[in-house]
């Protein structure tokens, strides 16, 4: 029998209910009261021994139970019942034959629903198990929806647990309100991370060989911001955005930023060892760190919307972000402070004027965390450049500062080790300026016009002297730059 208005999904259940007397007699008048209502499945047990076995089979939704029996004391029959998993929760009738005030209040004590003196009005008796196999019936399927819709979060969980972070997704789940589109404003720290001239090594790579690099470096990151309990916001390409304080808000969010970041460059080791396996180029990695209130919440329609942040330092932690080389943490005078830089090594500390931004600010490069993380990078060491005996002469466009970027310097690069070179020029730049390079040999012929590098450090004013630190090199330039070196 189908009930129209019972969800698809859910079990239709019957009212069944199970008789406990040891009377024949009673059993049989029992049976024909109930004989005319089609919608109620009559069951007699008349050995209370077996009652709780036939009980476990037929699933009853109310129960009648006669207090006075040969076998058992209807009163431990009740305590059995209650003990029993299948019988725990089934709506009890206690049955006898006179109406003794003591004996319903123990009854009840011991969990029974209700008290009837036998032979009950039909009437009465009919009402009385439709009203107790309701209540049950309204039960089970609340359990029943339960356990659909917890089955149907874990596939949701593991479905988009693959996109979106686990505070994200339990806040959708878990609270009316967490699909709704709109958002509050919020003090917390992003960080943003980047693979320094990935770009190019993407430009000259088997697409699948890129998207493999990538995997690998996601991979290996994702571990370490979820156990930061960082919200991965958006992978973009090669870059990942990391909310610390929402959806849910930490006393430590900036700190444990700072911390997952140290790891997270601490783990660039591994990632360029499988790199290396599958011989792949090294990729190097930057990061910065910013706090401060922004917008948070559901951003779109009704039809596609994401978790996310908008505001003023969204755009900061991209500036400071775009300051690093491989390697390098930096991090906003906000998040200094919310961590506190007694807890910070700082290796190094420098003013900027990032676009968008009314006067300058500091910002701070972070080696390491103390305290409960205790996490920290190798220290940095000064490197000594070896002088060339063959200096090599370049053209370069500074690409962002107080210079035109259409404007071409020339320079000589008269001391090199790796990826790092000292350039004397006709023109300063300023440090974390971004250059493009244009390379020839030694017979003028060029070699490349898109090595690119950012200004790591100032070493004189007259002559101008700068170091870079070189951030894409493409393959064309390598072989001669190494043979340079040697």
């Known amino acids: 029998m189908t009930n129209d208005k019972q969800p698809a ?10 008789l406990v007397d040891d009377q024949a007699m009673i059993g049989e008048a029992v049976r024909r009261m109930l004989a005319p209502e089609q919608d109620i499945d009559f069951h007699y047990c008349q050995d209370p021994t ?61 969990g029974a629903n209700d008290y009837l003196v036998k032979l009950p009005d039909r009437l009465e008796i009919i009402a009385r198990i439709r009203y107790h196999s309701k209540g049950y019936i309204n039960l089970l399927e609340r359990n029943e929806a339960q356990v659909k819709l917890e089955k149907a979060n874990k596939v ?35 960080m943003m991370t980047d693979l320094r001239g990935f770009t190019a090594i993407g430009e000259r790579l088997p697409a699948e060989d890129v998207v493999s690099i990538i995997n690998i470096y996601l991979e290996t990151m994702t571990e370490i911001i979820l156990k930061h309990q960082g919200t991965i916001d958006e992978f973009i390409g090669d870059a990942i955005f990391v909310i610390f304080g929402a959806p849910v808000l930490r006393d430590n969010d900036a700190k444990r930023a700072v911390a ?28 910065g760190i910013n706090s401060g209130q922004v917008v948070v919440g559901n951003i779109g329609s009704k039809k596609r919307m994401k978790y996310g942040v908008v505001g003023r330092n969204v755009n900061l932690t991209s500036r400071i972000e775009s300051y690093t080389v491989g390697g390098q943490i930096f991090i906003s005078e906000n998040t200094s402070e919310e961590c506190g830089q007694h807890l910070l090594r700082i290796d190094d500390q420098m003013e900027v004027m990032p676009k968008g931004v009314k ?58 080790l790796d990826n790092v070179a000292e350039i004397r020029a006709d023109i300063a730049a300023d440090k974390l300026t971004n250059l493009k390079i244009s390379v020839s040999d030694y017979e003028g012929k060029e070699i490349t016009p898109d090595l690119y590098a950012k200004v790591t450090r100032k070493v004189s004013e007259s002559p101008a002297i700068f170091r870079v630190n070189f951030t894409s090199i493409p393959p064309e330039a390598e072989g001669f730059l190494k043979g340079v070196i040697a």
């Open 50 to 110: 077996k009652a709780i076995k036939l009980a476990n089979r037929i699933h009853p939704t109310v129960i009648l139970q006669d207090l006075v029996m040969p076998e058992i004391d209807g009163l431990t029959l009740v305590r059995y019942y209650r003990a029993n998993q299948a019988t725990r929760n089934v709506p009890l009738i206690v049955l006898s034959s006179k109406e003794e005030a003591l004996t319903k209040a123990e009854a009840f004590a011991l």
């Open 260 to 287: 997952c970041a140290v790891e997270m460059q601490l783990a660039m080791a591994e990632v360029n060892r499988r790199c290396r396996e599958k011989g792949y180029p090294e990729v190097h990695q930057g990061i």
């Open 359 to 416: 006067k300058p600010i500091f910002i701070y490069e972070v080696g390491g965390i103390r305290g409960e993380f205790n996490l920290f990078l190798p220290e940095k060491i000064e490197v000594e450049l070896s002088e060339l005996q063959l200096p090599f002469t370049i053209l370069f466009t500074i690409l962002e500062g107080k210079h035109a970027s259409n404007e071409t310097h020339k320079g000589t690069v008269v001391k090199m």
């Open 156 to 190: 949701i969980r593991k479905t988009f647990g693959q996109y979106l972070s686990d505070d994200i997704v339990n806040s959708i789940l878990e609270t009316p309100e967490g699909a709704v589109l709109g958002g509050e404003k919020r003090f917390v720290t992003i």
């Open 9 to 18: 999904s859910l079990t239709h259940h019957r009212i069944t209910v199970l």
